[in-house]
Protein backbone atom coordinates (compact mmCIF):
# COMPACT_ATOMS: atom_id res chain seq x y z
CA UNK A 1 0.00 0.00 0.00
CA UNK A 2 1.37 3.52 -0.94
CA UNK A 3 1.83 5.27 2.56
CA UNK A 4 -0.78 8.15 2.31
CA UNK A 5 -2.48 9.81 5.57
CA UNK A 6 -4.71 11.97 6.35
CA UNK A 7 -5.57 14.21 9.34
CA UNK A 8 -8.16 14.35 10.78
CA UNK A 9 -10.22 11.39 9.41
CA UNK A 10 -13.46 12.74 10.61
CA UNK A 11 -14.24 16.62 11.66
CA UNK A 12 -17.56 17.32 12.66
CA UNK A 13 -17.52 21.90 12.47
CA UNK A 14 -20.27 24.41 12.51
CA UNK A 15 -20.69 26.91 9.23
CA UNK A 16 -18.75 30.02 9.35
CA UNK A 17 -15.59 27.82 10.81
CA UNK A 18 -12.21 27.72 8.84
CA UNK A 19 -11.08 23.82 8.89
CA UNK A 20 -7.58 22.84 7.68
CA UNK A 21 -7.30 18.86 6.28
CA UNK A 22 -3.73 17.63 5.64
CA UNK A 23 -2.43 14.56 3.26
CA UNK A 24 1.01 13.49 4.06
CA UNK A 25 2.77 10.88 1.85
CA UNK A 26 5.93 9.16 2.29
CA UNK A 27 6.50 7.90 -1.48
CA UNK A 28 8.07 10.95 -2.91
CA UNK A 29 5.32 11.65 -5.51
CA UNK A 30 5.50 14.76 -7.23
CA UNK A 31 1.71 15.08 -7.66
CA UNK A 32 -1.08 15.05 -5.13
CA UNK A 33 -4.88 15.60 -5.38
CA UNK A 34 -7.70 16.72 -3.34
CA UNK A 35 -11.08 15.02 -4.50
CA UNK A 36 -14.32 15.07 -3.05
CA UNK A 37 -17.03 12.26 -3.18
CA UNK A 38 -20.78 12.94 -2.97
CA UNK A 39 -23.17 10.57 -3.97
CA UNK A 40 -24.14 10.48 -7.34
CA UNK A 41 -21.55 12.92 -8.55
CA UNK A 42 -18.50 9.93 -8.04
CA UNK A 43 -15.55 11.83 -7.06
CA UNK A 44 -14.51 15.81 -8.33
CA UNK A 45 -11.73 16.96 -7.88
CA UNK A 46 -11.14 20.51 -6.13
CA UNK A 47 -7.00 21.16 -6.71
CA UNK A 48 -4.23 19.06 -7.29
CA UNK A 49 -0.11 19.87 -7.32
CA UNK A 50 2.80 19.01 -9.55
CA UNK A 51 5.40 20.11 -7.17
CA UNK A 52 6.05 22.26 -4.26
CA UNK A 53 4.12 25.93 -4.97
CA UNK A 54 2.88 24.54 -7.66
CA UNK A 55 -1.07 24.12 -7.48
CA UNK A 56 -4.18 24.63 -9.95
CA UNK A 57 -7.71 24.14 -9.65
CA UNK A 58 -10.27 21.28 -10.77
CA UNK A 59 -13.74 21.66 -11.48
CA UNK A 60 -14.95 22.26 -7.77
CA UNK A 61 -12.64 24.60 -6.57
CA UNK A 62 -14.11 27.33 -4.88
CA UNK A 63 -14.56 27.94 -1.40
CA UNK A 64 -11.39 25.97 -1.10
CA UNK A 65 -8.00 26.53 -0.91
CA UNK A 66 -4.74 24.51 -1.19
CA UNK A 67 -0.87 24.77 0.17
CA UNK A 68 1.86 22.66 -0.72
CA UNK A 69 5.41 23.65 1.23
CA UNK A 70 7.16 20.73 1.26
CA UNK A 71 7.13 17.48 -1.58
CA UNK A 72 5.59 15.56 1.16
CA UNK A 73 2.51 17.52 2.60
CA UNK A 74 -0.71 18.39 0.59
CA UNK A 75 -3.26 20.82 2.57
CA UNK A 76 -6.74 21.47 2.05
CA UNK A 77 -8.26 24.65 4.03
CA UNK A 78 -11.96 25.41 3.94
CA UNK A 79 -11.62 29.48 4.27
CA UNK A 80 -15.77 29.27 5.97
CA UNK A 81 -17.16 26.68 5.75
CA UNK A 82 -20.49 25.99 4.50
CA UNK A 83 -23.07 22.65 4.51
CA UNK A 84 -22.31 22.26 0.78
CA UNK A 85 -18.78 21.59 1.86
CA UNK A 86 -20.36 18.32 3.97
CA UNK A 87 -18.04 15.37 1.83
CA UNK A 88 -15.73 13.03 1.80
CA UNK A 89 -12.56 14.04 0.91
CA UNK A 90 -9.66 11.93 -0.62
CA UNK A 91 -6.40 12.62 -1.29
CA UNK A 92 -4.41 10.84 -4.22
CA UNK A 93 -0.89 10.78 -5.42
CA UNK A 94 0.53 10.27 -8.45
CA UNK A 95 3.96 9.68 -10.41
CA UNK A 96 5.00 10.38 -14.19
CA UNK A 97 5.72 7.93 -16.58
CA UNK A 98 9.53 8.72 -16.19
CA UNK A 99 10.18 8.22 -12.64
CA UNK A 100 11.35 5.15 -11.37
CA UNK A 101 9.39 2.70 -9.35
CA UNK A 102 6.45 0.18 -9.99
CA UNK A 103 3.15 1.01 -11.76
CA UNK A 104 3.00 3.99 -13.12
CA UNK A 105 0.84 7.39 -13.74
CA UNK A 106 -1.54 5.59 -11.22
CA UNK A 107 -3.26 7.41 -8.29
CA UNK A 108 -2.96 5.94 -5.16
CA UNK A 109 -5.70 7.14 -2.38
CA UNK A 110 -5.50 7.83 1.29
CA UNK A 111 -8.51 6.55 3.33
CA UNK A 112 -10.97 9.81 3.15
CA UNK A 113 -11.73 12.64 5.96
CA UNK A 114 -15.65 12.70 6.67
CA UNK A 115 -16.38 16.32 7.22
CA UNK A 116 -19.60 17.16 8.48
CA UNK A 117 -20.62 21.19 8.37
CA UNK A 118 -23.32 22.13 10.90
CA UNK B 1 -12.82 18.11 -22.08
CA UNK B 2 -12.76 14.54 -21.54
CA UNK B 3 -16.04 13.27 -19.81
CA UNK B 4 -16.61 9.78 -18.45
CA UNK B 5 -19.57 8.01 -18.40
CA UNK B 6 -20.86 4.95 -16.50
CA UNK B 7 -24.69 4.43 -17.23
CA UNK B 8 -25.30 1.72 -14.66
CA UNK B 9 -25.68 2.82 -10.98
CA UNK B 10 -26.38 -0.40 -9.70
CA UNK B 11 -25.99 -3.81 -10.73
CA UNK B 12 -26.03 -7.38 -9.00
CA UNK B 13 -24.96 -10.64 -9.51
CA UNK B 14 -24.79 -13.69 -8.26
CA UNK B 15 -22.14 -15.24 -6.15
CA UNK B 16 -19.83 -17.74 -9.02
CA UNK B 17 -21.09 -15.86 -12.18
CA UNK B 18 -19.66 -13.38 -14.41
CA UNK B 19 -20.58 -9.49 -14.46
CA UNK B 20 -19.48 -6.60 -16.86
CA UNK B 21 -19.65 -3.18 -15.88
CA UNK B 22 -19.59 -0.57 -18.78
CA UNK B 23 -17.94 2.80 -19.07
CA UNK B 24 -17.41 5.03 -21.62
CA UNK B 25 -15.75 8.38 -22.42
CA UNK B 26 -15.14 10.97 -24.67
CA UNK B 27 -11.78 12.62 -25.68
CA UNK B 28 -10.13 13.94 -28.72
CA UNK B 29 -7.01 12.29 -27.78
CA UNK B 30 -5.11 9.39 -29.14
CA UNK B 31 -3.05 8.24 -25.72
CA UNK B 32 -4.48 8.17 -22.56
CA UNK B 33 -4.22 5.88 -19.62
CA UNK B 34 -8.03 4.68 -18.02
CA UNK B 35 -8.52 3.00 -14.84
CA UNK B 36 -11.10 0.42 -13.04
CA UNK B 37 -11.10 1.25 -8.68
CA UNK B 38 -13.19 -0.28 -6.62
CA UNK B 39 -14.25 1.18 -3.47
CA UNK B 40 -15.57 -1.37 -1.00
CA UNK B 41 -17.80 -0.09 2.33
CA UNK B 42 -14.62 0.63 4.25
CA UNK B 43 -13.96 3.91 1.81
CA UNK B 44 -10.37 3.01 0.39
CA UNK B 45 -10.17 3.26 -3.04
CA UNK B 46 -8.40 0.43 -4.57
CA UNK B 47 -6.86 0.04 -7.99
CA UNK B 48 -8.26 -2.95 -9.70
CA UNK B 49 -6.42 -2.89 -13.26
CA UNK B 50 -5.46 0.17 -15.95
CA UNK B 51 -5.05 -0.11 -19.47
CA UNK B 52 -2.87 1.91 -21.71
CA UNK B 53 -4.64 3.08 -24.98
CA UNK B 54 -1.66 2.25 -27.20
CA UNK B 55 -1.63 -1.29 -26.42
CA UNK B 56 -4.37 -3.27 -28.38
CA UNK B 57 -4.34 -5.86 -25.59
CA UNK B 58 -6.98 -5.68 -23.35
CA UNK B 59 -5.50 -5.91 -19.66
CA UNK B 60 -5.98 -8.59 -17.12
CA UNK B 61 -5.17 -9.04 -13.73
CA UNK B 62 -6.43 -12.40 -12.34
CA UNK B 63 -10.55 -12.60 -12.63
CA UNK B 64 -10.77 -9.03 -13.73
CA UNK B 65 -10.50 -8.21 -17.55
CA UNK B 66 -11.49 -4.85 -19.61
CA UNK B 67 -12.52 -4.95 -22.98
CA UNK B 68 -11.35 -1.54 -24.46
CA UNK B 69 -12.62 -0.87 -27.59
CA UNK B 70 -10.68 2.39 -28.36
CA UNK B 71 -12.76 3.21 -31.38
CA UNK B 72 -15.87 3.19 -29.67
CA UNK B 73 -14.60 4.93 -26.52
CA UNK B 74 -15.60 1.76 -24.32
CA UNK B 75 -13.91 0.15 -21.46
CA UNK B 76 -15.55 -1.89 -19.35
CA UNK B 77 -14.66 -4.35 -16.40
CA UNK B 78 -15.70 -7.82 -16.59
CA UNK B 79 -15.34 -9.89 -13.36
CA UNK B 80 -15.43 -12.99 -13.67
CA UNK B 81 -16.31 -15.89 -10.93
CA UNK B 82 -18.12 -13.07 -8.78
CA UNK B 83 -17.53 -13.07 -4.96
CA UNK B 84 -19.02 -12.11 -1.68
CA UNK B 85 -15.73 -9.21 -1.41
CA UNK B 86 -16.43 -7.86 -5.28
CA UNK B 87 -19.42 -6.57 -3.60
CA UNK B 88 -18.07 -2.18 -4.08
CA UNK B 89 -18.42 0.81 -6.04
CA UNK B 90 -16.34 0.73 -8.83
CA UNK B 91 -15.59 3.59 -10.67
CA UNK B 92 -14.27 4.36 -14.49
CA UNK B 93 -11.41 6.72 -14.65
CA UNK B 94 -9.55 8.82 -17.56
CA UNK B 95 -6.28 10.28 -17.51
CA UNK B 96 -4.88 12.23 -20.42
CA UNK B 97 -0.99 10.70 -21.28
CA UNK B 98 0.78 13.90 -21.69
CA UNK B 99 -0.69 17.91 -20.46
CA UNK B 100 -2.05 17.81 -17.35
CA UNK B 101 -1.63 15.18 -14.21
CA UNK B 102 -5.97 15.40 -13.96
CA UNK B 103 -7.47 12.22 -13.65
CA UNK B 104 -11.57 11.86 -14.62
CA UNK B 105 -13.67 10.12 -13.05
CA UNK B 106 -17.36 8.72 -13.45
CA UNK B 107 -20.35 8.40 -11.41
CA UNK B 108 -19.78 5.12 -10.41
CA UNK B 109 -21.69 1.59 -10.46
CA UNK B 110 -22.29 -0.04 -7.02
CA UNK B 111 -22.22 -3.95 -7.12
CA UNK B 112 -24.19 -5.99 -5.21
CA UNK B 113 -23.04 -9.50 -4.85
CA UNK B 114 -25.70 -12.52 -4.32
CA UNK B 115 -25.03 -15.52 -2.40
Same mark, same amino acid.
Given at each position: ?????????????????????????T????????????????????????????????????????S???????????E??????????????????????????????????????? | ????????????V??????????T???????Y?? #???????????????????Y????????? #???? #???A?????????????????????A?????????????T????????
Open positions: DAGITQSPRHKVTETGTPVTLRCHQENHRYMYWYRQDPGHGLRLIHYSYGVKDTDKGEVSDGYSVRSKTEDFLLTLSATSSQTSVYFCAISESQLAAGGPLDTQYFGPGTRLTVL | AQTVTQSQPEMSQEAETVTLSCYDTSESDYL #FWYKQPPSRQMILVIRQEAKQQNATENR #FSVN #FQKAKSFSLKISDSQLGDAAMYFCYRSFSGTYKYIFGGTRLKVLA
